[in-house]
């Protein structure tokens, strides 16, 4: 079957760094996605991992093990503004996305 | 740029009545994507359009139908509701290119079906 596996809930200090981890398996693999969703709100896209290794993108990075079935998506310089869910997806064979269900980050003063 | 919109924002809805939930983009975009969201589960697939004039089933179809007369609209419709539909509904699209298919979202619609 397909399945992705992420913590449901996380919390970390305002200006630190948080590593969230997911594991996934799925019938073929076409890239692994990223999304943060504010509570009440829509999805929207961080990143996007199709080869090994890491990405970098401002205060965020993913990395990616397609050996491992394992990507991370990394927030350095927490603010209280990433205070949200934060979604992993990996896209199958037919293109289609399987979700996670979302790690919750709770940021502290 | 509107980008995605969703309508209505939340409905209240009699179990047994229809509705369809209305999602228009304005991105030009090949594909389009109907979820549902409900709590402690990841975003389940409802149906998919790759393109204007097909359709096609995704995880959780039973229950829902939609249609891809154009390019921008992709409605959702419930024929006769049933509580467990109850959910968050969120409408993507994405360009159709397969190989870096990001997916935007619209707002989404909370309907609770009583």
């Known amino acids: 079957g397909q399945n992705i596996d992420q913590p449901t809930e996380m919390t970390a200090t305002e200006g630190a760094i948080v590593q969230i981890n997911c594991t996934y398996q799925?019938?073929?693999?076409?890239?692994l996605f990223w999304y943060q969703q504010h509570a009440g709100e829509a999805p929207t896209f961080l990143s996007y991992?199709?080869l090994d290794g890491l990405e970098e993108k401002g205060r965020f990075s993913s990395f990616l093990s397609r050996s491992k079935g394992y990507s991370y998506l990394l927030l350095k310089e927490l603010q209280m503004k990433d205070s949200a869910s934060y979604l992993c997806?990996?896209?199958?064979?037919?293109?289609?996305?399987?979700w996670g269900a979302g790690t919750k980050l709770i940021i502290k003063p | 740029t509107a980008g995605i919109t969703q309508a209505p924002t939340s409905q209240i809805l009699a179990a047994g009545r229809s509705m369809t939930l209305r999602c228009t983009q304005d991105?030009?975009?090949?594909?389009m994507y109907w979820y549902r969201q409900d709590l402690g589960l990841g975003l389940r697939l409802i149906h998919y359009?790759?393109?204007?004039?097909?359709?096609g089933k995704g995880e959780v179809p039973d229950g829902y139908s939609v249609s891809r007369a154009n390019t921008d609209d992709f409605p959702l419709t419930l024929a006769s509701a049933v509580p467990s539909q109850t959910s968050v509904y969120f409408c993507?699209?994405?360009?159709?290119?397969?190989?870096?298919?990001?997916?935007?979202f619209g707002p989404g619609t909370r309907l609770t079906v009583l």
């Open positions: 997806a990996s896209m199958d064979s037919n293109y289609q996305l399987i």
């Open positions: 991992n199709v």
């Open positions: 359009s790759n393109t204007a004039g097909t359709t």
């Open positions: 991105m030009r975009h090949n594909a």
């Open positions: 799925t019938s073929g693999f076409n890239g």
């Open positions: 993507a699209s994405s360009d159709g290119d397969l190989s870096t298919d990001t997916q935007y």
